[in-house]
C-alpha cells in the first residue's frame, strides 16, 4: 500500500448537488493531485495542489475546485453534480524537486455516481 | 499540451510468453515516463518508471525501454503469469508542475 488513503469509499449524489471527497498524503509529501477516471478510461488530470496553492490545472470547469491543508491533506469539490460526473477520483501525493521523489503514488479512490 | 498514446488497447498471450506496449509522447519537455498496474476497481500501482537521462531500465520479468529521439517508451513483461492480468498505463510527467498525462491503457490477458 502506497499510505495515500481517500474518503469515502463510494459516495452516491444526485444531479446538481455538490460533493466533497478527502484526501491523506503519504507522510513527507506536500504535492496532491487529483484526477478523474471513467469507466474504461485512464486518469485524466484535474488539478495539483503544493504546499497549499493550486499549482496546474486540466481541462476541467470551476465547479471542481479543491484545498490543500497545512498538513498536506487535501479536499475536492465538485459543484452543480452533472450525470457525466460519475467515476472514480483519485488523489496522488509526491515530493517533487528531489531526483527519484517525485513520483506519484495513488489513493485508492473515490467512486462518485450521479443519479 | 502533452498528449499519450498507448497501443495496443488490448493484449491476449499463453501465459509464459512476453508482453509488449508501446506508447508515444509529443512533449519534448517531458522527462519521467511511469507505468502503473491497475487491477479491476483498485488504485493505479506503479510497477516501474524511467527518467529521460536512462535508455532502458529493468525490474526482474519487467523492463521499460525509452527512446527520447523518436518520442516512445515500451514495457515489456517476460514470463507472463495470470496474476499479471490488467490494465497498464504508461504515463508521462512534463510541465513546470507535475501534470501526469496517461496513455488510454491496455487491457493486459495473460491465458493459463
Known amino acids: 500500500e502506497t499510505g495515500v488513503t481517500q474518503s469515502p469509499t463510494h459516495l452516491i449524489k444526485t444531479r446538481g448537488q455538490q460533493v466533497t471527497l478527502r484526501c491523506s498524503s503519504q507522510?513527507?509529501?506536500?504535492?496532491v493531485s487529483w484526477y478523474q477516471q471513467a469507466l474504461g478510461q485512464g486518469p485524466q488530470f484535474i488539478f495539483q495542489?503544493?504546499?497549499?496553492?493550486?499549482?496546474g490545472r486540466g481541462n476541467f470547469p470551476p465547479r471542481f475546485s479543491g484545498l490543500q491543508f497545512p498538513n498536506y491533506s487535501s479536499e475536492l469539490n465538485v459543484n452543480a453534480l452533472e450525470l457525466d460526473d460519475s467515476a472514480l477520483y483519485l488523489c496522488?501525493?509526491?515530493?517533487?524537486?528531489?531526483?527519484?521523489?517525485?513520483?506519484?503514488?495513488f489513493g485508492p479512490g473515490t467512486r462518485l455516481t450521479v443519479l | 499540451g502533452e498528449n499519450v498514446e498507448q497501443h495496443p488497447s488490448t493484449l491476449s498471450v499463453q501465459e509464459g510468453d512476453s508482453a509488449v506496449i508501446k506508447c508515444t509522447y509529443s512533449?519534448?519537455?517531458?522527462?519521467?515516463f511511469p507505468w502503473y498496474k491497475q487491477e479491476l476497481g483498485k488504485r493505479p500501482q506503479l510497477i516501474i518508471d524511467?527518467?529521460?537521462?536512462?535508455g532502458e531500465k529493468k525490474d526482474q520479468r519487467i523492463a521499460v525501454t525509452l527512446n527520447k529521439t523518436a518520442k516512445h517508451f515500451s514495457l515489456h513483461i517476460t514470463e507472463t503469469q495470470p496474476e499479471d492480468s490488467a490494465v497498464y498505463f504508461c504515463?508521462?510527467?512534463?510541465?513546470?508542475?507535475?501534470?501526469?498525462?496517461f496513455g488510454t491503457g491496455t487491457k493486459l490477458q495473460v491465458i493459463p
Open positions: 496522488a501525493s509526491s515530493l517533487p524537486g528531489l531526483a527519484d521523489t517525485d513520483t506519484q503514488y
Open positions: 507522510s513527507g509529501h506536500n504535492t
Open positions: 495542489y503544493y504546499r497549499e496553492e493550486e499549482n
Open positions: 512533449d519534448s519537455a517531458s522527462n519521467y
Open positions: 524511467i527518467r529521460s537521462n536512462v
Open positions: 504515463a508521462a510527467l512534463s510541465g513546470g508542475y507535475q501534470k501526469v498525462t
